[in-house]
């Protein structure tokens, strides 16, 4: 059995529908390839985080299996990456041709434990590591860098390091605009090859950045998440939205798993079956006007 035909099946293979033969290939498959078995705990994973986070939306707080079929049914061959670049060690697995990932946290110290090595990775490599926060947690991320063994001022001085902030980038001017974020994005990574960088890490704090104390960007940022997946795969460059759990609401997650191909969940990344591609996810989105955050 294929990774492809295991995949398709797996909705049969978990309601215990497929015949006695493909039952067993498709255990014997599933033994012996990593890449399926680690898509099974990932699929487990990101229905349970779906769910758990939709308990006040009505978006999947009760989500059928018969849609996660669907789901699943539709995105099939998406999930079986081929990789066109070298893949990237990221949250216990490998990014390698989806690079565009949310990563849930519930708090700093889960959060830089699963970006720090991933940091530190890229600047052994030769890569630059571009880094997206408010402006009040600049020093204490500075901090938490050279606590890792980071040297950032010699880092920086080569602009292999750049931390910078909301303020100066996604809310320049002083509010946020998609059509201009896609194209600061581009620059940002074409600036580091220009650099003599082989590639951009790009780590933004979404939480402490755009949405702001109510929120008021949230339609905008959600469909700017989504068309980054027009812009991505035409760089091999990794972008890390990273996701505070105590601030965001079900609703927001929910849109946030619809408009990443991968999920970081636990501290470990898996394939995220609920990822829309941005055409069908633009064509059905309802603006929903600003959220209140949690607490």
Known sequence: MT?????????????DELTSPDRIRAQEHLAACAKCSAYVRGYKRTI???????SDSDD???????????????????????????????AGSVLTEYR?????????????ATILPFVLDGLQRGERAYHVLRSPY????LEELRNAGIDVASAQQRRQLEVTTAEET??????????????????????GASLGFPLTRLVVHVAEVVMKEDWSNEDQWIKYESRL?????????????????????????????????????????YQNPFYVPPREFLSRF????AAPRKG
Not at 100 to 112: L, N
Not at 245 to 258: E, F, K, M, S
């Open 3 to 15: 990774c492809e035909k295991f995949v398709a099946s797996l909705q049969a293979f978990r309601d």
């Open 48 to 54: 349970e985080l779906a769910k758990s986070c939709a």
């Open 60 to 90: 999947l707080a009760a989500l059928p299996e018969s849609l996660v079929r669907k789901i699943v049914a539709a995105r099939s061959e998406g999930h079986i990456m081929k990789a066109t670049a070298a893949p990237i060690p990221f």
């Open 100 to 112: 565009h990932a949310c990563a849930f946290f519930s708090s700093p110290h889960e959060e830089y």
């Open 138 to 141: 600049r020093e204490k991320h």
């Open 170 to 191: 996604y809310l320049r001017g002083g509010t946020f605009n998609e059509d201009n974020m896609l194209d600061l994005i581009q620059e940002t990574l074409k600036s």
């Open 229 to 269: 997946n027009e812009v991505l795969p035409y760089y091999d460059d990794p972008v890390i939205c990273t996701y505070d759990t105590n601030l965001i609401t079900g609703a927001i997650a929910v849109d946030v798993l619809r408009t990443h191909p991968v999920a970081v969940v636990g501290g470990l990344l």
């Open 286 to 289: 309802q603006p929903r006007g």
